[in-house]
């Protein structure tokens, strides 16, 4: 069974359809790039996984089960969907530390000092211990997305879905932060990822899917992608050579 299945998935705002008839399978294990141009849905489909927008009509099923009812528990659904952002999202008034542990405290319940435990743990993945009293402001853009990273980690997701998660890095922090989720890959965690950089996607993805104003134009391997017939996909690559 596919870890997330999205059948037919439609998103209108205000009249104008963002998404249309989407279909999707993620299985576990899966590393799935998600490129396209500004604009053709990208964000709002990854947002549609953990409810952060409300898909208009069609069916996601999480392990099975349909995540767009009505009675479903939509802060366990997040435990299970970890996101990131492009912009980090860290809260700037707590330490890198307190924002790993907010979310073990205030969504899995966790005690202080076991939250202080496996954040340390995550933290420690990504060599980020010895800034654990710092604040965001004190700490790189690289290293703020690392903090990030290790807070959705820190749930145990059974997915990690990344928006952009170098485009506000310079290219350095940018390849620093690839080759992190590049191990992660190495670690076999489910990951669906938005991405502009061709080289990231070429080492962290399985199969690159391709949206174009709201429909997957291509869901196939990067190489295949690259030579492709379709013009606006062609069109894509030409842009990213430049
Ligand atoms: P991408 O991530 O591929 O750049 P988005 O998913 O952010 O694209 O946006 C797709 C389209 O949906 C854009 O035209 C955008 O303006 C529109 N859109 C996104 N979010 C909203 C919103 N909350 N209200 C109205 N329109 C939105
Ligand atoms: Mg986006």
Do not use: W
């Amino acid at each position: 069974m596919a870890l997330i299945q999205v059948r037919n998935l439609v998103k209108e705002f205000e009249g104008q359809t963002v998404l249309s008839d989407i279909h999707l399978d993620l299985q576990e294990g899966d590393v799935r790039v998600l490129m396209g141009a500004s604009g053709s849905g990208k964000s709002t489909l990854l947002r549609c996984l953990n409810r952060l927008v409300e898909p208009t009509s069609g069916s996601i099923l999480f392990r099975g089960k349909e995540i767009l009812g009505p009675d479903v528990d939509v802060r366990e659904l997040r435990k299970q969907i970890g996101f990131v952002f492009q912009q980090f999202a860290l809260y700037s008034h707590l330490t890198v530390l307190d924002n790993v542990t907010l979310g073990l405290q205030k969504l899995q319940g966790m005690n202080k000092a076991m939250a202080k435990e496996r954040a340390l743990l995550e933290l420690s993945h990504f060599d980020m211990i010895a800034h654990q009293d710092k604040y965001p402001s004190q700490i790189s853009g690289g290293q703020k997305q690392r903090v990030a990273i290790a807070r959705a980690l820190a749930m145990d997701p059974a997915v990690l879905v990344l928006d952009e998660p170098t485009s506000a890095l310079d290219p350095v922090m940018s390849r620093d932060v690839a080759d992190l989720v590049n191990r992660l890959h190495g670690e076999e965690i489910t990951m669906i990822c938005v991405t502009h950089d061709l080289h990231f996607a070429r080492n962290i993805a399985d199969t690159v899917m391709f949206l174009d104003r709201g429909v997957i134009r291509a869901d196939d391997c990067i190489d295949v992608l690259s030579q492709h017939s379709d013009p606006i996909i062609q069109a894509f690559f030409q842009n990213e050579k430049k």
